[in-house]
């Protein structure tokens, strides 16, 4: 009898590995947050930086979508970059999503816990870290912490990279306009994604003084959109230091096979 792709999926995340990693998710053995020096560009960051990665759009048991604006990025997803590559990784990955999705007060908790342990470490060393919370997702943490732990992570922990003040520095990628609306100036930097058909919300990032990635097959353009277009992948930071330009990202996983338009073919 042929297994059917529900089946599959179902097996994936009830797989041993998985359990086994949920429960060191739980009982602290394991952290939410991983150590930016394992990504390829964010090791060229000048600040530590500490990434949240989950598994993106719907690949959960629920069938929930922490990519709520996952379209044509969907197959080409950097869920498949990198070390996302490797099975071990990417059941990690399904690990904490399935801890977040199955037991979200919990997993608040935790991850408050683990932020307020880097911004003591932050005030202790005088020192600034970054965080990605969004490594692989697309969800309003700043929000949701809040609403199930009561802590607003941008006043308790948060600093920008240009203050004298230690403490972390929050950045992420978007595709949801109205996050960079919501965050436009506080200490939250967002950079907003392009897919095809978004260049108005584009334009309007870019307004709000937000960067704009665009991922591109090969040489990165001067200019694309008529906004200025930088290196993109020489650093994450590279989005905290420059204001409304286009952050050029080359395609890498499964997007340089992408045909859809989410990545930009040279003209």
């Not at 309003?140 to 922990?157: E, H, P, Q, S």
């Not at 960079?180 to 919300?201: D, H």
């Not at 020489?234 to 989410?262: C, V, Y």
């Amino acid at each position: 009898m042929q297994t059917t792709a529900p089946q599959i999926a179902a097996d994936r995340y009830s797989s041993d590995n998985v359990k086994s990693l949920l429960g060191k998710l739980r009982s602290k053995v394991n952290k939410l947050l991983s150590d930016g020096s394992t990504n390829a560009k964010t090791v060229k960051n000048d600040l530590k930086t500490f990434i949240l990665y989950l598994a993106p759009a719907d690949q959960n048991s629920k069938g929930i979508n922490i990519c709520p604006a996952a379209d044509t990025c969907k197959a080409p997803c950097l869920f498949t970059a990198g070390h996302g590559a490797f099975n071990s990784v990417q059941a990690a990955r399904i690990a904490r999503t399935e801890f977040y999705i199955l037991h979200r007060d919990e997993f608040a908790r935790t991850l408050v816990n683990e932020l307020s342990k880097l911004y003591t470490k932050a005030l202790n060393t005088g020192a600034k870290y970054a965080i990605r919370l969004n490594g692989t997702s697309d969800l309003d943490f700043i929000a949701i912490l809040k609403n199930r732990t009561g802590t607003d992570i941008l006043d308790t922990f948060g600093t920008s990279v240009d203050s004298d003040r230690p403490g972390l520095v929050f950045y992420d990628y978007t595709k949801l306009i109205g996050k960079v609306r919501k965050y436009a100036g506080t200490n939250y930097t967002l950079t907003f994604s392009y897919q095809p058909g978004n260049l108005q919300e584009c334009s309007e990032a870019l307004s709000l003084g937000a960067n704009v990635a665009a991922v591109f097959r090969d040489q990165l353009p001067a200019v694309w959109a008529g906004s200025p277009v930088i290196d993109g992948d020489s650093s994450d930071i590279e989005m905290l230091t420059n204001k409304a330009k286009i952050l050029g990202l080359k395609a890498k996983g499964q997007a340089r096979k992408d045909r859809s338009g989410f990545v930009i073919d040279p003209e």
